[in-house]
C-alpha cells in the first residue's frame, strides 16, 4: 500500500486515526509573502497578510493577534461553576461566562487567573492550576487563551465588577449541557472551559 494510504488500516495505526489520510509534511502549508500592520493598539494588532495557498492562488487576509489570555473555572464543594452573567454588544446578547482576562506583560499566567476572578467576581481561589491551552479563532486570529482549574475560592467582598456582569452565580456542573443548549453559554472560552472540567469528571481525573 503506497505511503498515501490510509494509515488507518497500517497494523500499527499510523500516526493519525483511522481514516486519516497522511500527506507529505508542508505539501498543503500556505505561504506568507508579508504582512502589513493596519492598526496596533495595548491589546490588539490587526493587519492584513499576503497569503498564497498550495494551489498558486494569492490573497489577503486580515489577521488579528491578541496577547494570551486566562479563563477560570471556579469549583466549589458542590461541583458547581462559578459564571458571570452579563451583556455582549458585539452579538447583543445576554450569557454567562465564566472569570477571565489578559496576562499583562511578565506576569504569571496562574497569577493573572487569580486577579481576574477575584475582581470579576469578588471571589479569591484557594488553588489554582493550569488545565490546557487552546486558540478559539485560528483561521483568522493568534489569541491562546489559557484554561486554569480553581477551587476553595473565599467570598472577599462586594459582587465583582459593576462593568464586567450583571450578577455573579454558581450554576450545577450537571447542568452546564442544557445551558451550552438554550444558548446561554456560548463563549467559546467558556463553553471549552466547563466541557473540558465536565469531561473530566465523568472520564474520572478531576481531583477532588
Known sequence: MSRGSLLGRRGDGGRYGR????????LTRWTIHGERVVDDTRRARWSIAEVELPDGVRFEQYVLRLPRAVVVVVLDEADR?????????????????????????????????????EEETGWRPGSIEPLLSFQPMVGTADAENLLFLARDAVHVGGSGDVNEAERVGWIPLDEVLAYIARGEIVGAASVVGVLSVLSQRRCGELNA
Not at 481514516?19 to 508542508?26: A, D, I, L
Not at 446578547?93 to 511578565?106: A, H, K, T
Open 19 to 26: 481514516g486519516v489520510t497522511e500527506r507529505p509534511v508542508g
Open 81 to 117: 461553576v462559578l459564571m458571570m452573567w452579563r451583556h455582549r454588544f458585539v452579538i447583543d446578547r445576554w450569557v454567562w461566562e465564566l472569570p477571565g482576562g489578559y496576562v499583562d506583560e511578565s506576569e504569571d499566567p496562574a497569577v493573572a487567573a487569580a486577579r481576574e476572578v
